[in-house]
């Protein structure tokens, strides 16, 4: 397999998406944050198919995976304490809570399916005649 399939193009766009914003995050605070720009060998990889690449997508995978059940779990716990002081605000529009929690499952479900797919492994593996 030549090409990436049209579900690891998605997420290699996603990827690249991400590395950007992540890159001009650090740039514009000066601060790194290795959760964003962890992203960027796990692109190289997969645009490289190189033979570590399968291995560091999962491995992001996991930490994006425990990322998400550690806010889950705060914000369980805050609602919990104070239910009216746990919102979203973005350009002071507020955005429901369980809508990015099942926005995040499903994107976490995608990655899921894809990084383990057989037809992720087949074009991670290059071929000699390649």
Known sequence: ???????????????????????WRAVSIQAIDLF????????????????????????????????????????IIAYQITPDDVKVVLNNQEIPVPLIAVS????????????FSKTTKAYLVRNTAE
């Open 1 to 23: 397999m030549k090409k990436p399939t049209m579900a690891l193009s998605i997420i290699m766009l996603l990827y690249a998406l991400l590395a950007i914003v992540a890159t």
């Open 36 to 75: 964003s720009l962890g992203v960027i060998p796990v692109l190289f990889g997969l645009a490289m198919r190189t033979s570590w690449a399968g291995i560091a997508f999962k491995v992001y995978l996991f930490i994006q995976t425990l990322g998400l059940a550690a806010l889950a779990g705060t914000a």
């Open 104 to 115: 995040g499952l499903l994107l976490l479900a995608f990655q899921f399916w894809v990084a």
